[in-house]
């Protein structure tokens, strides 16, 4: 955080895998929240869920979601966690890392999202523009299409 902030850097934080996520989750908001040079619109917190995304949104940071098959968060679930939060500041990942994973996870959402009848407007928006949005605020990030 401390070069981040030097240096005027975008953040994606990783919230821990405990127990407690909202607890976890709230730590650092606060932590990051109290460092009046990191703009919270430049700060992505990974791995949000139902119980953390909204908090997430509320202070102003951008809500990551990240997909994995069997554990975590599934694409059914996401799309779940967009019909009750919304879209806005939200972005969908996937991973392919320790786990069972999935590297297309992300464009089964964007289909989860079609069948339960999203527009092509929010889907747009989560699986491009969003993450677009977030990513452009650095001027080495250019969309090329």
Known sequence: MELAARRNE????????????????RLILDIVGADSRISTDRVLIDHA?????DLILEKGFWAGITLYPHSKCSADRAVDILETSGCERIWLNSAADWGVSNPLAVVEAGEEMRRRGFS?????????????????????FKVQC
């Open 10 to 25: 975008l953040i994606l934080v990783h919230t821990p895998h405990l127990e407690d996520k909202l607890k976890g989750t």
């Open 49 to 53: 869920e139902e119980h953390t995304v």
């Open 120 to 140: 092509e407007e929010a889907i747009n928006g989560v699986l491009f523009r969003n993450p677009a949005a977030f990513l452009g605020q650095s001027p080495r």
